[in-house]
């Protein structure tokens, strides 16, 4: 258990869809990170929050938007939903410090029919 | 912009050899190379990471060397076993700055 807690862990829903993805970082870490992995494919970096701010952004889409709250917990916004964002969505975090390991949760698996 | 690429995408290998996946990172400021091994329906996990200032880290059965000339890094598994099966994934980092990741390696131990 890498101390990183996401939910859902499955969620079906609708082309035009909207969904919130959710992701609780381990006890102390101020850096969370979103990523998204599609069927055989590798880990595309979307966005990365440190401590409620937004520090780096990747490939995310302009239907998707994400936020970190005082509490350091995060949520990914998944709106206008296609039937290609169905993937597995994970969230990853680590102390903010350079140099440290980010640590994964299990991921939320989305599929969009 | 930055970019990991990873080789091979799968391999295949007897129980007991030795499995080699290298990968190559563009970004020559990139300080922080850590593995990742993902099992099928989890997260990825860490198995062994290295940074700039070392060439070579070992854990047991597991190495990883860097090449910064080069720009190259690369997991060795020595003596595979069938658990050692799953897809292991290089990343590349600046400081705590966008971990990017290779494609990923299809590692298949054949008992």
């Known amino acids: 258990d890498s101390g990183v807690t996401q939910t859902p862990k499955h969620l079906i829903t609708a082309t035009g869809q909207r969904v919130t993805l959710r992701c609780s970082p381990r006890?102390?870490?101020?850096?969370v990170y979103w990523y998204q992995q599609s069927l055989d494919q590798g880990l595309q970096f979307l966005i990365q929050y440190y401590n409620g701010e937004e520090r780096a952004k990747g490939n995310i889409l302009e239907r998707f938007s994400a936020q970190q709250f005082p509490d350091l917990h995060s949520e990914l916004n998944l709106s206008s939903l296609e039937l290609g964002d169905s993937a597995l969505y994970f969230c990853a975090s680590n102390p903010g410090l350079s140099g440290n390991t980010i640590y994964f949760g299990e991921g939320s698996w989305l599929t969009v029919v | 912009g930055e970019n990991v690429e990873q080789h091979p995408s799968t391999l295949s290998v007897q129980e007991g050899d030795s499995a080699v996946i290298k990968c190559t990172y563009s970004?020559?400021?990139?300080?922080?190379f850590p593995w990742y091994k993902q099992e099928l329906g989890k997260g990825p996990q860490l198995i062994i990471d290295i940074r700039s200032n070392v060439g070579e880290k070992k854990d047991q059965r597991i190495a990883v060397t860097l090449n910064k000339t080069a720009k190259h890094f690369s997991l060795h598994i020595t003596e595979t076993q069938p658990e050692d099966s799953a897809v292991y994934f290089c990343?590349?980092?600046?400081?705590?700055?966008?971990?990017?990741f290779g494609t990923g390696t299809r590692l298949k131990v054949l008992a």
């Open positions: 970004d020559s400021a990139s300080n922080y």
């Open positions: 990343a590349a980092s600046k400081g705590t700055y966008k971990y990017i």
């Open positions: 006890s102390g870490d101020l850096s």
